[in-house]
């Protein structure tokens, strides 16, 4: 075998808290993270010279050093000593900058991929340490499924893996840096938090409603004061009928969880004539274990 196709799956964050920021610059969290079945392709191929390669059909993605996927390959290739070099080809679905952890989707697949490729034999906890020192986001990217995650986001716990919830993105045409939402939060004046343990158990009941009402993520206090069109899109998909809505990671992407297809379906036709904003109509996604 001497190449192969991973697909990379972007996740939402069905609850997010900041507890505190640490002594290294980074925050500790608290954060239930769901893999959904938008994805991007990573393909990888194995090539004789021995360097790394990366194109994207986005042209706003960078395809040098600074694309997560380059540095995952080359964390493994130096590792290992690996003689061989790597082609790695995005095929990009997943909206940049948004809060959906695309960029370390692609580098869990990448690490996946080339530990096929090159017969590595790393178990996934293996790939897990390795990716936790090329994004905080990447051990969950590799997991996937329904994860409490702690830390900076890199220690995982399983919960009851949701699967099949309808869900509709929608992703206004604004870009919000997470270094920008980080340094603007002011944990002291945190009001509303997620009552975590109870959304865990809301999930593992499979109470979708109650779901929906009790998520928060404390990131949007920074955001929605800034960006009006956050709160706009979250109300809109309340009156078109979710559960609940809420803008996922550091932002902007907002998405709301539907009773079914059917009304998910009628929500995203509703909502997506307007041109400030992109939607996508997608899943839950929990692999068989
Ligand atoms: P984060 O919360 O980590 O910023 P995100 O999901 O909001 O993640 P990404 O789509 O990962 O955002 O992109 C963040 C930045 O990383 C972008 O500005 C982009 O230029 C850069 N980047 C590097 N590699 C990639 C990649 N493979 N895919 C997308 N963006 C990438």
């Known amino acids: 075998m001497d190449s192969i196709c991973i697909k990379a799956r972007a996740k939402i964050n069905l609850s997010l808290d900041v507890l505190r920021k640490r002594e ?3 925050h500790d969290v608290r954060m239930i993270m769901q893999s959904i079945s938008l994805h991007d392709n990573v393909f990888l191929s194995l090539t004789d010279e021995n360097v790394i390669r990366v194109s994207c059909d986005k042209m706003w993605v960078p395809t040098n050093s600074d694309n997560i996927a380059y540095k995952a390959a080359k964390v493994l290739m130096d590792k290992f000593n690996l003689h061989k070099g790597i082609d790695i080809k995005i095929v990009k679905n997943i909206p940049v900058a948004a809060g ?21 034999n790393l178990g996934q906890e293996e790939l897990m340490q390795i990716g936790k020192n090329i994004g905080a986001d990447v051990p969950f990217c590799i997991k996937g499924g329904t ?5 900076i986001g890199e220690i995982l716990t399983d919960i009851a893996p949701l699967k099949n919830v309808d869900i509709v993105l929608v992703k206004p045409k604004i870009s919000v840096s997470t270094a920008w939402v980080y340094k603007n939060l ?5 009001v509303l938090r997620p009552d975590t343990d109870y959304i865990v158990d809301l999930i593992e009941k499979g109470d979708l409603q109650n779901l929906g009402r009790k998520m928060v993520n404390v990131l949007e206090t920074v955001t ?7 709160n706009e899109i979250k109300e809109k998909l309340i009156k078109l009928g979710a559960f609940g809505s809420m803008m996922s990671g550091s932002g902007p992407t907002v998405f709301g969880i539907f009773e079914n297809k059917l009304t998910a379906q009628k929500a995203y036709e509703e909502i997506n004539n307007d041109n400030r904003w992109d939607c996508i109509l997608t899943e839950t996604f929990c692999e068989e274990r």
């Open 100 to 120: 959906l952890a695309g960029g370390s989707a692609d580098a869990a697949a990448v690490l996946k991929g080339m530990n096929e490729l090159f017969f590595l």
């Open 186 to 190: 002011n944990i002291d004046k945190i």
């Open 224 to 230: 929605v004061k800034k960006y009006e069109i956050i």
């Open 147 to 151: 994860m409490l995650a702690e830390g």
């Open 24 to 26: 290294d610059g980074y």
